[in-house]
Structures are given as structure tokens and as C-alpha cells.
């Protein structure tokens, strides 16, 4: 999918039947801005219909799309990219065209070159037509990178192929891994224990004859004890139902559906959750990162959808400690200098397990961008 910066802060990215365009800000989550895809409506953010006086609604249907068109501002000395509308809309705002994008590129070569890229790629996904100064000459589409085999080892999950179906690649499955629910079941029958421990000498001390400490306790009535003890107990009791209630309800599969353009999660044969691409705007990835060490180290990682409202939806999240995390082939003094900061990953700059899921998943849901979120600590 080809990624352009149009600007310091903002970019576009398209494919054959999508062409979003997307802001970018170092402190900031990405934001979509505009979103066509083929045979939806025109979508736009609140921001944008406000700064171009389009429908509140968000949207723009597409018999109401006249064509793409690019032309030169000798005023600003650049090049715009615009659409124009029906005369019912152009009516109600006093104008047919809107602006989409300016490039202020000195080069006026490249400049024409790109802005004319840019609006026959919309023009094709919006199925309109394009009105251009000069011919356009679409540049050829880059030879795809390879991605990572698979299985991958996530740490606590792994990513696998299912098998295959429609006779194409199969589903995508992330599976987490049996010794997370052994650590949970663990942990429940550790505070079983700790749990009748401390309701036996609490109880036991409440219907013997035995005297209590009048010295060495922290509270000021050793005769609170007991009841201290039971409040512990049930504490413990507490801990254990949440333990249960998130293994009831942290799914163990999550599955990513190439045909129906879907995540879902499941617990066993229950199913849990599930999103439509077409509500996510990106797939987010994140790591925290040790920064010390001859090889890099990751204390932390997740995979969220960005949804289109904004929200992030995680659809994995692992606390493991990763040592080496880096996969086979990979120059960890680069690595180590890869800065801290939400950049769009490419398939070529992958470096771990994680990142490179994160391609598979985008690949899997229609070439959704990437963004990679990296943290030092």
C-alpha cells in the first residue's frame, strides 16, 4: 500500500479499493481525517466538514460527487486537490469544489507529480472521474516486502495460519498460550491456602482461651486480630472471584478473518467480542522497551484496533519479559537507536514478533495502516 507524506503532519495512504487520509502529530495519537472506500460515501472528521463547510452528517454520498480536481493557485504557488459536488450541496454551502489537500512542495515537478498520483488513486477508489492539467502516469506499485513466517511466539500468545478455506489462505488465530490460565489457576489455589490460614487461627483464636499478644503488634488493641484476620480471609475471597471472572472472560482465541474483514474473540466455544474493519482505521502496536542491555528487551507489548471514533480496542496485551526479543537477522545496535515515538511501520523496518503480527493482521483486514507506538524505560 503506498504511504505519502503531503505534509509535516499528515499523510496519505491508498489501495485499490481505499484512500484515507491521515494526520499525524508526535504527541498525538493518528487521527483519520478523510476515508473513501469503493462503493461507500465520501467520510470525513468533524474538523474537516467544520474548515470546509461540508454536511455535519460526516459523510457524502457518492451521486452527490461530481469528480476529482487538481489545479494551480498561482496565489499560494501550489498545487490543490479538490472534489466537486451536486448542485443541491453546492447550493446550500455557495460552492461546488472543495479543497482535500495543498501541496506547497518548491519543486513543482515533483509537486504536480504527487498531487496528480494522489487524485487519480481517489478517483479510481470513488469511481469518478479526474479532471488534471496534464496526463497522469501512475507510479508502479512497489513489489511487496515478505512477511514474517508464521507461527509466530508472542510471549504469552502466538500467531498461526488456520486452515486453509475458499481456496485461499486460511484465517488468522491468535492463541494464547495454556501457561497463563496454569499461573491464574495457581495463584487461585495459593490464596485457597492463604485463605483457610487465615480463617482457622482467626476463628480458632476467637473460641480459645488462649491470651492474646499485649506487645509487638502495629494496632493498638492486639484483640482486633481475629477479626483482622477474617477481614483478610475475606479479601482473599474477593481476589479469587476476580481471578475467576477474568478467566471467564479474557478470550483465548482471537480470530482474524481475511474474507469477512472481521476480528473476533472467543473463550472456547463462546464467542466474546467482535469488530468490522471497516470501524477500525489502524492497527496500533506498542512496546516498552529496556534500554539497557547488549540486545533489546521488552517489558511490555499490546495490538489495539484505532477505531474510527477514536477509542483504542485491545486485542492483545502481554506483560511477559521478551529477552532477545529481536527476530533472526536484525542489527541490534540499529535497534537500539530506533527512537522513542508513534511512526507508521513498514514491513521492512519490522524488528520483533509483535511488529511483525501486527503487519500480518493489516494485511489480513485490507492493508490497514500501521503505527508503531515504541517506549524506553
Same mark, same amino acid.
Given at each position: 500500500m503506498p504511504r505519502i507524506a503531503v505534509s509535516a503532519n499528515s499523510l496519505v495512504d491508498y489501495s485499490p479499493d481505499r484512500w484515507r487520509l491521515i494526520q %499525524?502529530? +508526535? #504527541?498525538? #495519537?493518528?487521527? =483519520?481525517? $478523510? +476515508? #473513501?472506500?469503493?462503493g461507500l460515501p465520501f467520510r470525513y472528521n468533524g474538523y474537516f466538514a467544520v474548515s470546509r463547510d461540508l454536511p455535519e452528517t460526516g459523510e457524502i454520498q457518492l451521486a452527490d460527487l461530481?469528480? $476529482?480536481?487538481?489545479?494551480?493557485? *498561482? +496565489?499560494?504557488?501550489?498545487?490543490? =486537490?479538490?472534489?466537486?459536488?451536486?448542485? +443541491?450541496?453546492?447550493l446550500a454551502r455557495s460552492s461546488r469544489w472543495f479543497e482535500l489537500l495543498r501541496f506547497t512542495n518548491p519543486d513543482a515537478d515533483a509537486q504536480e507529480g504527487t498531487a496528480a498520483q494522489l487524485g487519480a488513486a481517489l478517483a479510481d477508489t470513488l469511481g469518478i472521474p479526474f479532471s488534471s492539467p496534464s496526463p497522469v502516469t501512475m507510479a508502479p506499485e512497489p513489489e511487496p516486502i515478505p512477511l514474517e513466517p508464521l507461527p509466530l511466539d508472542l510471549g504469552l500468545w502466538r500467531l498461526e495460519e488456520a486452515p486453509q478455506m475458499h481456496g485461499g489462505d486460511g484465517e488468522l488465530r491468535l492463541i494464547r498460550e495454556k501457561r497463563w490460565l496454569r499461573a491464574k489457576q495457581r495463584q487461585i489455589a495459593w490464596y485457597c491456602v492463604l485463605t483457610l490460614v487465615y480463617l482457622w487461627v482467626s476463628i480458632a483464636t476467637l473460641t480459645s482461651e488462649l491470651g492474646l499478644p499485649i506487645a509487638g503488634t502495629l494496632i493498638? *488493641?492486639?484483640?482486633? =486480630?481475629?477479626?483482622?484476620?477474617?477481614? %483478610? #480471609? $475475606?479479601?482473599l475471597l474477593l481476589a479469587i472471584g476476580r481471578l475467576l471472572l477474568i478467566i471467564l472472560r479474557q478470550p483465548n482465541t482471537i480470530v482474524i478473518n481475511q474474507y469477512e474483514k472481521t476480528v473476533s474473540a472467543s473463550r472456547g466455544d463462546r464467542p466474546l467480542w467482535k469488530v468490522n474493519a471497516g470501524g477500525v482505521q489502524s492497527i496500533y502496536v506498542s512496546e516498552v522497551v529496556k534500554k539497557r542491555g547488549r540486545r533489546p528487551t521488552v517489558l511490555h507489548g499490546e495490538i489495539n484496533l484505532h477505531l474510527l471514533d477514536g477509542r483504542f480496542m485491545p486485542i492483545l496485551i502481554d506483560h511477559e519479559k521478551i529477552v532477545d526479543a529481536l527476530l533472526p537477522g536484525r542489527d541490534p545496535v540499529t535497534e537500539k537507536e530506533r527512537p522513542a515515538d508513534v511512526h507508521v511501520l513498514e514491513p521492512e523496518a519490522v524488528s520483533t514478533a509483535l511488529q511483525a503480527a501486527a503487519i500480518h493482521i493489516s494485511v489480513r483486514l485490507g492493508e490497514l495502516p500501521v503505527w508503531y507506538d515504541r517506549r524506553l524505560k
Open positions: %499525524v502529530y +508526535e #504527541a498525538d #495519537a493518528p487521527k =483519520l481525517i $478523510v +476515508e #473513501a472506500k469503493t461530481g469528480q $476529482v480536481v487538481l489545479g494551480r493557485s *498561482n +496565489e499560494t504557488s501550489s498545487w490543490q =486537490l479538490g472534489l466537486t459536488l451536486s448542485p +443541491e450541496l453546492s493498638p *488493641n492486639p484483640a482486633w =486480630l481475629p477479626y483482622l484476620g477474617i477481614v %483478610v #480471609a $475475606v479479601l
